[in-house]
Every structure is written in C-alpha cells, then in structure tokens.
C-alpha cells in the first residue's frame, strides 16, 4: 500500500513512528514543510526535515522532539563566550553536523531534495522523505508589540519570542512562485492513502498545502484522504496552534480545523452518499473521544483517543486513520 502523508515537525513525526508500526510493509512517502527553514551562522537549517529525518532514523532527542539524542552544546558554549550568534536558537554539536552537510551539499548546487535524500541516506528512516519543494520558502509572523507593527522569522517568534506576541496575520515568503518538488505530485497521484498527521494546520500543512499544485493534486485524487486533528478538547496537544489558528480566524477546535481543511464531499454526516464535491480535502476527520460531536460536511468524522504518549499510541492512532480510510474509500 502506498501512503503519502504530509508532515511539519514533532507531532507529524510522532504520528508517522507509529504509522510504520502500524503499516510494517506499506511504502511511506512523506512530504515535508521547509517553510520553517532559516539559515543560522551561514548555515541553512531544515528543522521539520530534521525532526523528521531523526524521528523516523531513532537518532531525535525524544523529550524535546528536536535535536540529536545524546547531544553535547560546546559549540552554542564557545559562541556564547563570544556574544556571537542567535543564542536564542539551540544548535547541538551532532546537530551541527546535519546543517553543515546540508549547507555545503546546497552550496554546491545540490538541491534540497537531492540534499534530503543524502541525509536520509545515513538515517534509513523507512520512508521515502521529501521537501515539499526546493525553492525557498519561509513563514513570516506579523505580530503587534511595543515595538509596533512588524513581521518575525517563524523561528524567531516560535522559540525567542515564544509565540507571545499577539500574531496578526502569517505570510508564506516565497511560496506563489515555489513549484513542488520533484517527485510530490506524482507520489500525490499515485498513493493508495493520503494522511493529514496532527502536525501545526497554519504553518506546518497549511505552508504544504499552499505551494501551487499540491492542494489541487490531493483533492482530486481517487485514494481516500484522511486527517487527525491536532486539537483535542479546543486546546493543541503540542505547540502553539492556538496561537496562530487565529491569525486566519480558524477556531481552536477538532470542528474548526476540520472545517478548516474541509469534507471533499461524497458523504455526509451520516455517510450517506452525496455527490456535491464541497472542494475540501477530507474524506475522513479523525478526532478524539472528546470531540466525538464534531460534524464536518462533506467527510465522515470518526472519534478514538488521540493523546500520543508513546509509540503504541500512535501506532493505534495510525491504524484508527487508515481503517477511516478504507470506511471512506469513494
Ligand atoms: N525549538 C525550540 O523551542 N528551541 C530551540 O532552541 C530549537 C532549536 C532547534 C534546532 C534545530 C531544529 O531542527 C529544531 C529546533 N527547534 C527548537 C524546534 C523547531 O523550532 C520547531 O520544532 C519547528 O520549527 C516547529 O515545527
């Protein structure tokens, strides 16, 4: 079976562990977000690639979600001894290794797919993972504080800022002009599944799903297109989406993002069949117990436990996404 899932960082990554887990033979294609990408002390730094890359390849620090395991900060400890650098920005000795390969891998004219490919070389992380493109993409946060109106590298407003600020507006730097990367549309095309993991709706799916031509690819494949919600009970299970599910007016709830992504049509509420294609993504809304009163017209939402303690967990979150899948199969 062939599934193609789309991912940002941590939670996706999560989710996508217990996937393999629960589809041990399936061939796993996994588009990932770049847009958080920021380049650091000249070196270019992929972190949701990362996370992935080290969560899929055993090598992630598991309690953070980011970062090397085992890692050691001699490097962030030398540059603070020089006042030098972001030092709101925690880049590992190991990890370092991963933005130095990357960087003089694109410097050489690589692209950020072939560049992927390389690392995942070394992490055999059980699915194919791709960049959602290779053309430069990055979220800008507009957000309002004592310093007036202005826009903040992601980056700088998820981990200096710590999402505080008041977010305004997101905008996707790059993202009209950015073409998917090779590979993306055909795997789209081709996949017996596609997956919506509980990764960030605005800057983590939401940056997918606005490179020209992917949205349009996966509503109008014939596999059925499954969904988990990354909201359980109107609060996120990880991150600050609530922080920024505002910033284009989506509720902070199972119901919002799902309505959100929309039903693609072809059912309704209580499955019945209808053929009014509602131009949504969703054939099927995984949501949790508590949420089990979620409605989304045009898909078939079903509720389970969806809290990821471990990878069992996920692993049963996996197999309830796929079995929604074959329910809704058009
Ligand atoms: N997140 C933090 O909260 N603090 C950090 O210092 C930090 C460093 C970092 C370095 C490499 C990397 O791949 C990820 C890193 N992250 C850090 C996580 C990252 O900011 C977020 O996980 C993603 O961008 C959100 O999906």
New binding site residues.
Partial sequence: MRIVALA???GAARFLRGLKVAAPTAEITVIGNTA?DITLLGLR?S??L??LMYTLGGGIDDTQG??RDRESWHVKEELAAYDYGPSW???GDR?LATHLVRTSLLDAGYSLTEVTAALCHRWQPGARLLPMSDDRIETHIVIEDTQGRRAVHF?EY??RLRAEPAARDVVVVGVEDAHPAPGVLDAIGQADVVLLPPS?PVV?IGTILAVPGIRAAITAVDAPVVGVSPIIGGAPVRGMADKLLPAIGVETSAVGVGRHYGGRGGHDEQGAHDEQDRGGLLDGWLVDTVDADATVPGAIVQAGPLLMTDVPAAASIARQALSLASAVRR
């Fill in positions: 940002g960082g941590i958080d730094v972190p949701d990362d996370t980011w970062g920005y925690g880049l990890d980056q998820w981990v960030n983590s």
